[in-house]
Structure formats: structure tokens, C-alpha cells
């Protein structure tokens, strides 16, 4: 595929905080309304690489990536691209959810509002009600929109940080750990609501748990000490990877 058709095309991406090389050499070619699971231990990368792909590590004080990340064939690190639009198409979903102290309606129609997305309040109550029906919430909160968003269970907190994402319209969407505070009940939604938003989007989930990885993505990535030690098909990397440690690892036996 050319850069164009891909999502993301990554090549030698290295990543400094400081004078410590975090990540070495990543190339990853990210395809279109796939699922990416990256797994890997504590400490080895995925979030940091996570985070190279809507610049939100440009936050960190005395960082510098050296590289190319490419979005549909275009850097993302040229000094002309402008955040907001690549945050815009590029969206996030924390470890824990992170509602703003505001209502639920609030919430989702924040990102819209901002970026000046509608032209009234019925196209935004219907922009609304489309991004919480997208992520399987609308029919709990359809009568509490004025309510609370801490009021929600956790679960539902997390699907509304699903929904904010979705309101902005993104062609990506960045998961970090998003079910790593939920309970198994929970956990399982969001793994269905993965599996759905896949028909529309691409998204890339950093998870520690490998179940999970096997269970919703397409592809996987392993990293390693900031190496990404393999990248395959999920199914081959879980059943015949290439790499001695991938195996190792999966098989509980390092890691």
C-alpha cells in the first residue's frame, strides 16, 4: 500500500526524554478500520510510542523524536501541521476515564463546540445522541443528559470519554489501557464496542493484557526495552510468532 492509503506509516522512530533513548528504530506500517493491539511489559514503550502518534509527548519538557511518522502519507512533525486538526482526527482514550466536571451532555458536545462544528443547538444535540449511540451509552443516559458525568459507574465514565472522542469526528482513535480500572462486566463492553467501531475506524490499543490483545485486534506488536521486537498478524504472533522472546513472553515465561 501506498503512504496514502495507509494510516499511520512509521519509519526509525526514535524517542528521547532527555539523553535516554526510550524507543529505538520503530518502523510499523498502522492499516485503515484495523484494530492494533501493541503489548509488551511496564516500562517498555507503548505508551510513549502511543502517544508519538497524536504528538501529545510534545507536553513532556526535553523530549525529541527523530524519524517519521507519517498520517495518510503526510509528517506529522512538520512545523507547518497544526495540532488541533491532528488531535482532531486523531483522538484518545486514557487509562482512566477522565470526564471533565461537567454534565453528560456537556461532555461530548465540548469537542464540537470548540472546534465550531455546528451551526445550532439541534444539530449538536443530534451530534450528541449519534456519538453516545456510537459508543453503546444512549440508551443508560438518554434521560440523565443534564446529569452528573462522575454520577456515571466507571464503565459508563469510560464510554462517555469513548463518546467526547467520537463527537470530534476522528479518523483514529489511540487507547491506552482503557480497561485496565474496569471490572470484567465492563471490561467486555468496551471490548464489544472496539469490535464495533473497527467498521469505522482505526484504532490502536495499548493493553497489558494479552487475552484482550488475542480477543480485539487485528494486528500485534510487541515491544521490548523500547524495541519493537515484532509486529505481525494478531493470530500469527500468538500461535506461530517469528521471534523466540515474542514467545517467551506470551507464553508467561519472561516478562
Keep these: 500500500m501506498t503512504d496514502a492509503q495507509l494510516t499511520f506509516r512509521i519509519r526509525n522512530l526514535d524517542f528521547y526524554y532527555g539523553n535516554s533513548l526510550a524507543l529505538?528504530?520503530?518502523?510499523?506500517?498502522?492499516?485503515?478500520?484495523?484494530?492494533?493491539?501493541?503489548?509488551?511489559?511496564?516500562?517498555?514503550?507503548?505508551?510513549?510510542?502511543?502517544?508519538?502518534?497524536?504528538?501529545?509527548?510534545?507536553?513532556?519538557?526535553?523530549?525529541?523524536?527523530?524519524?517519521?511518522?507519517?498520517?495518510?502519507?503526510?509528517?506529522?512533525?512538520?512545523?507547518?501541521?497544526?495540532?488541533?486538526?491532528?488531535?482532531?482526527?486523531?483522538?484518545?482514550?486514557?487509562?482512566?476515564?477522565?470526564?471533565?466536571?461537567?454534565?453528560?451532555f456537556d461532555n461530548v458536545a465540548y469537542g464540537p463546540r470548540v472546534l465550531n462544528m455546528v451551526d445550532n443547538k439541534v444539530e449538536l444535540t443530534g451530534l450528541v445522541e449519534k456519538s453516545l449511540r456510537k459508543a453503546a451509552l444512549w440508551e443508560i443516559v438518554k434521560d440523565q443528559l443534564d446529569g452528573d458525568a462522575f454520577s456515571l459507574s466507571l464503565g459508563q465514565q469510560q464510554r462517555l470519554c469513548i463518546a467526547r472522542v467520537l463527537a470530534v469526528e476522528p479518523e483514529v482513535i489511540l487507547m491506552d489501557e482503557p480497561c485496565s480500572a474496569l471490572d470484567p462486566i465492563d471490561t467486555r463492553k468496551i471490548e464489544e464496542l472496539i469490535r464495533e467501531l473497527r467498521e469505522r475506524y482505526t484504532i490502536v490499543i495499548v493493553t497489558h493484557n494479552m487475552q484482550q490483545a488475542a480477543r480485539v485486534s487485528d494486528s500485534t506488536g510487541l515491544f521490548w526495552l523500547g524495541e519493537l521486537i515484532e509486529f505481525n498478524p494478531t493470530e500469527k504472533l500468538f500461535t506461530n510468532p517469528d521471534h523466540e522472546l515474542t514467545e517467551s513472553y506470551i507464553t508467561g515465561r519472561m516478562g
Design 24 to 104: 529505538s528504530q520503530i518502523s510499523m506500517e498502522i492499516l485503515p478500520r484495523r484494530v492494533t493491539a501493541l503489548i509488551g511489559p511496564s516500562g517498555c514503550g507503548k505508551s510513549t510510542f502511543l502517544r508519538c502518534l497524536n504528538r501529545m509527548n510534545d507536553t513532556i519538557p526535553d523530549t525529541r523524536i527523530e524519524g517519521e511518522v507519517l498520517l495518510e502519507g503526510r509528517d506529522i512533525y512538520q512545523e507547518e501541521m497544526d495540532l488541533a486538526d491532528l488531535r482532531q482526527k486523531v483522538g484518545m482514550v486514557f487509562q482512566k476515564p477522565n470526564p471533565f466536571p461537567k454534565s453528560v
